[in-house]
């Protein structure tokens, strides 16, 4: 008898009952849209693993403590949520002077792409997964003290009803709203004031073309042709190393003096993270005989300009599904 079946004999009520297969297959269920909360909880990718796995590990432990009022769904998003706030109250980095969150991770598309359908009848529905992936939210949503984060994120984005938030947090239904809109206000605060702008759904031809632009001016080193596309107040940040550059002036500056002019033998792949166009640099290595990942800038674009380069390290090229190496072109 396979695991599913058994699943079905027992019935989901039946739970204190089901061994270990059984019980995992029905939590595999569930594993991406689980991963993806904690992701906004944590705004790290590997922190949001580790806490799936924490927690399928109490809801195995504490399995003979479901009772079947609500889904076996909403069960682990309670046991996640509240794994997310045990780790956040042991270590709650605060984001650096400017707003930088150090700890910021991508989320690959790819992945993103496993989580349930969203309803084509419910186009609102699909925005707000899909905005509140991108990575400005994921900022802004790391300024906000951890149970008004929680609140913010069952009410807004997964839908809960407040009642349920409130028992999840042990509060009031008048302190849950409370803390929805004290979360709400935090988020006007550091959200970009265009967000309603946004490019959203599928990328269209103009953003396309310019992503096209920023690859060929990043590969030719050309600090003039990138410059001519971004906008004026145009955000550039490196999580983890410390630095925001807010203003194209500063942000060429900071090309120039770090010697991005000088740097040859790039090649680039086109990629998408948290939903937004990305593009994945690799670099000539004479050595190897091959490009090797270097960094990944991904773009916000609004109104046919760049307004935020996000840009990751060497390190989440794995991660992120991307090649490990680049074979040579010909060109070096």
Known sequence: MSADTRLEALGVS????????????????????????CYRMLGSFDDAEDTVQE???????????????????????RIATNACLDLLAKRRPEPATGGEVLWLQPYPDRLLDELPAGDADEPETVAVARETIELAYLVAVQHLAPRPRAALILRDVIGWPAKDVAELLGDSVNSVNSALQRARAGMREHLPAERQDWTGGEQDAVTRELVRRYTDASV??????????????????????????????????????????????????????????????YLWQKREGAYLPLTIDVLRVTGGAITEIVTFHDDRFPRLGLPERLPADGTE
């Open 14 to 37: 039946g739970l204190g009952e089901a061994d270990e297969p059984a019980f995992s297959a029905l939590a595999e269920r569930h594993r991406r849209e689980l991963h993806v909360h």
């Open 55 to 77: 927690t399928f590990l109490r809801a195995w432990r504490g399995r003979e403590t479901f009772e079947g009022r609500s889904t076996f769904r909403a069960w682990l998003y």
């Open 220 to 281: 030719a080193t050309d600090v003039d042709g990138l410059a001519a596309l971004l906008r004026d107040d145009v955000r550039c940040s490196m999580p983890p190393t410390p630095g925001l550059y807010v203003g194209r002036d500063a942000v060429v500056h900071d090309w120039v003096e770090s010697g991005f002019e000088g740097m040859k033998g790039l090649r680039a792949v086109l990629t998408s993270v948290n939903r937004q166009p990305a593009v994945a640099f």
